[in-house]
């Protein structure tokens, strides 16, 4: 097994597809110190700025002092402190639904909420594009699962159509991950209605960012129902961790006896849930750093202006960056790096192939001076970067 392991290895190595950990000496912020090297980052989720806002930093260290490190046991069984059952109600006030469940982790929370709400009997419906860990949550609940392409609003409604399933989930990210465009989420919905379906939305990267009071893009659509169940994510914009599935009652009680990611595991730490309550005010009262944060979006949108590569047609803090060959795109963001500008290179299999990308993320706490440097750098790239012949 170990001669398949390394060879596999070197077959990811010859096409440009090793991925490679850097090593963080700083917090979150525009900028960082990684492996050693000083760096204007573009590379964070951290979309407002507050995993190192203080605030929450001093939240954290005060409910330490008084609740401790750890948790000790499952939430079944003495595991659920105070601070995860305020931050539960407060998330719910937040996003305007009856209940919340936390998770210790996004991707916990999506194979358990599917598996747990899904069986033989059923169907997920998933678009093509959606988060690996949605793919995860489909085939750990064994019912039908079925894909359809990216956003295809027509094509999904010709597979509930011909579904006998018992129970039909439909699955999809709120805010693609590695595209940056939303959903049509209002489209899903109503063939909910049509077909008697439930959508679950993956919020991770709208919650904090989008709607009224960042209270998601569920809100930024207005859109409102008892078949919505929500998944947003504590690790990006509200800056902490973890993630937390909202919905109706019945729903969230159901997860509670029934997700296994939920049931058999440890919960994050009760400190964590203190700054992520701070975290929750400082998202309901952050309209100014949503304003600096579309403001920064707009400026990188409308003042780079390539020829080889292009921007896909995204209005959030997620901007990438086209480039299409793997090597090419590697050779991009190191070249960047030269420049002290960090950008990550986005190869398949996250995104198709012939589709790596720069996956440009910005944040509230990034300037204009911080934008207009990256814009200089990539004119700068395209003039010297060859091109590469295909093989």
């Known amino acids: 097994m170990l001669d398949f392991l390394q060879a596999d290895l070197e077959k990811r190595k010859t096409l440009g597809l090793t991925r490679q950990r850097r090593l963080l000496d700083s917090p979150q912020a525009e900028h960082i110190t990684a492996n050693g090297q000083r760096y204007l980052s573009f590379c964070s989720n951290d979309y407002l700025g507050l995993a190192n806002d203080a ?10 002092a008084e609740a401790g490190v750890g948790s000790g046991a499952s939430n079944l069984i003495t595991g659920h402190h105070r601070y995860h059952d305020q931050l539960e109600h407060a998330l719910a006030t937040l996003v305007g639904k009856p209940a919340a469940l936390l998770f210790s982790t996004g991707y916990m929370a999506n194979i358990g909420v599917i598996s747990a709400l899904m069986g033989r009997d059923d169907a997920v419906f998933s678009d093509k594009l959606n988060h690996a860990c949605l ?15 990216h956003n295809d609003v027509a094509a999904l409604e010709k597979l509930l159509q011909t579904s006998t399933a018992r129970h039909k989930l439909i699955t999809a990210d709120a805010v693609f991950s590695m595209d940056g465009d939303i959903a049509p989420l209002a489209a899903y919905l109503e063939l909910c209605e049509r077909y008697d379906a439930y959508l679950y939305v993956d919020d991770a990267h709208g919650f904090g960012v989008l709607g009224p009071q960042g209270r998601g893009t569920l809100k930024h ?16 914009a509200a800056g902490v961790a973890g993630a937390f599935v909202a919905g109706e009652q019945v729903v969230i009680d159901y997860l509670i006896q029934y997700a296994n990611s ?16 701070a975290s929750v005010h400082e998202i309901e009262h952050g309209d100014a750093r949503r304003q600096q944060l579309f403001a920064m ?3 990188l949108k409308s003042e780079l202006s390539l020829m080889r590569w292009h921007l896909l047609p995204s209005e959030t803090a997620i901007q990438p960056l086209i480039v299409g060959d793997n090597f090419e795109a590697l050779a ?5 790096q030269t420049r002290g500008i ?8 996250t995104v198709p192939v012939n589709s790596s990308r720069l996956r440009i993320s910005l944040s509230a706490t990034h300037g204009e001076q911080e934008v207009r440097a990256l814009i200089d750098a990539l004119h700068e790239a395209e ?7 295909q093989a």
Do not use: C, W
């Open 332 to 336: 991009l963001s190191q070249y960047l």
């Open 342 to 349: 960090l950008v990550p290179a986005i190869r398949p299999p």
């Open 221 to 236: 659509l207005g859109l409102e129902s008892p078949r919505l169940i929500m998944m947003g994510t504590l690790g990006k």
């Open 383 to 389: 003039r010297i970067i060859p091109v590469r012949e």
């Open 135 to 149: 793919n995860d949550g489909a085939f750990l609940s064994r019912a039908n699962h079925h894909r359809f392409p």
């Open 262 to 277: 939920y049931i058999y595991t440890t919960p994050a730490p009760p400190p964590l849930s203190a700054a992520l309550l």
């Open 55 to 64: 605030a929450l930093v001093t939240a954290l260290q005060q409910a330490a």
């Open 297 to 299: 979006i707009n400026l």
